[in-house]
């Protein structure tokens, strides 16, 4: 009898990634076999995101051509992942399995419903090992769900609130990946910085974030640790120091600001006033003056006046962030800002204000990146290609920073060198090596 074989497609975050790789292990438990080629799928799954239009529009381009699939040969499909109710609405009748990835346990009955003959049962969603989609690299969710509730998000309404691993399966996975030569660790949540909080709400014991990352960064003696993503009203001056002191934490920091703008920060539901965000970034310079800092940005958010969005730009300029994820404003029917507010900002000046966004933040990259000329780095090498040369590698070093080195033959991939940093651009540096 042959092996049925399932293909997943994943949109999204690194937490959509790491829930990914959980789900392929639960469908393997299940005797299925993991195929790179969709064509070849007895079961097709798709991790989505209900986070921009974008992403969903891709999944209807997707159905269509399952059913003429589903004509000729059969065909098993799967939804899962953030999902809006009002997508949901819209999609669950397309699948044959729509799946709240936090009870993927019930992944069997599910399948067993869809086809016969699947009848094994699954262990909850946290107790499920992952299949690890890199040998070097592992994305460790230590927390799911959220409860900021910002007004334009939709990861309260498709994750839930917050909800924390327990300490110590987070610790026992992490052993377990350093025992196996793991070269970089990525902790993930909505709010990692509100880690165990939920916890002792219930009044069970559980340690904060802080002291979670320490106990994490003393694990190993090389090893590059980060987390995403932090939210800067829970970000407190104890986990700054823990940054600081660390000796496998990267020097390297995501946090999210979305606008320059008191008054769209306070319709975004954000908690924080520029002033307080911008002190924030400084207290962390000052104690790592070397960081890296990337944010996320939103231009084009309800009502966002030409000053609202000149302050945005300001903020960029003055606080120098190397990288950010800007997005335009896409209205996400079912939260409050989609209840509350028009989405009244043309799609041209959205468009507009993006480049804007962006090409300031070419410039601070590029300013950032020449402070690391003629300084010793270390990277971690992510893709070989050979040219007519020789071989370009490109990976990142520790500060997130790309980098590409020429070398007459190939590094490893997934593997640390140490190069020489010997020249500057906004998209990364170039390196040889030491």
């Not at 916890?199 to 340690?207: A, F, Q, R, S």
């Not at 319709?267 to 006033?273: G, V």
């Not at 990146?369 to 050979?386: C, G, H, M, P, S």
Request: proline share 3%; hydrophobic share 35%.
């Amino acid at each position: 009898m042959n092996t049925k074989k399932f293909h997943l497609i994943i949109f999204g975050c690194q937490m959509n990634l790491s829930d990914a790789e959980r789900l392929a292990t639960a469908l393997k438990q299940l005797g299925y076999q993991e195929t790179e080629q969709e064509d070849q799928a007895d079961l097709i799954g798709i991790v989505a995101c209900s986070v921009k239009q974008t992403a969903v529009d891709r999944i209807y381009g997707k159905i269509r051509n399952w059913q003429i699939i589903k004509e000729k040969r059969p065909l098993i499909t799967l939804l899962s992942g953030c999902v809006l109710k009002h997508d949901q609405e819209k999609l669950k009748d397309k699948f044959d399995i729509f799946l709240d990835i936090k009870n993927l346990d019930s992944l069997a009955e599910d399948l067993k419903k869809a086809a016969p003959e699947q009848k094994l049962a699954l262990p909850s969603f946290f107790d499920i090992k992952p299949s690890y989609y890199s040998d070097y690299r592992a994305y460790v969710p230590i927390m799911t769900g959220c409860n900021k509730f910002c007004s334009y998000c939709a990861v309260p309404h498709t994750r839930g609130r917050e909800t924390s691993r327990p300490s110590k399966q987070i610790i026992a996975e992490i052993k377990n990946l350093l025992k196996n030569n793991y070269k970089e660790i990525i902790l993930l949540g909505q709010n990692v910085n509100s880690y165990g909080l939920d916890k002792k709400k219930l009044g069970e014991e559980e340690i904060a974030f802080p002291k979670l990352l320490k106990k994490i960064d003393e694990l190993g003696d090389h090893f590059w640790l980060k987390y995403l993503t932090s939210h800067p009203y829970d970000m407190s001056d104890e986990l700054i120091d823990v940054m600081k002191e660390g000796k496998n934490i990267s020097p390297y920091l995501h946090l999210p600001v979305q606008s320059g703008s008191d008054k769209i920060l306070e319709k975004m539901n954000r908690h924080y006033s520029i002033a307080q965000f911008s002190e924030l970034i400084n207290k962390i310079r000052k104690a790592q003056p070397a960081i890296g800092i990337s944010t996320d940005m939103i231009v084009g958010f309800s009502g966002e006046t030409e000053t609202d969005f000149q302050a945005s730009k300001k903020l960029v300029e003055d606080l120098k962030f190397n990288l950010s994820f800007t997005s335009q404003y896409s209205e996400r029917i079912g939260t409050t800002a989609a209840k509350l507010y028009p989405d009244d900002i043309d799609r041209q000046t959205k468009k507009d204000r993006f480049n804007i966004i962006n090409d300031q933040i070419g410039l601070n990259a590029k300013e950032y990146n020449q402070r690391l000329v003629n300084t010793n780095q270390e990277a971690l090498i992510d893709v070989v290609k050979e040219t007519e040369s020789g071989y370009k590698n490109i990976g990142k070093l520790s500060n997130y920073v790309a980098v590409c080195i020429i070398t007459k033959d190939p590094l490893k991939i997934g593997e640390f060198i140490q190069v020489t940093i010997t020249q500057a651009d906004s998209w990364g540096v170039q390196a040889k090596i030491k």
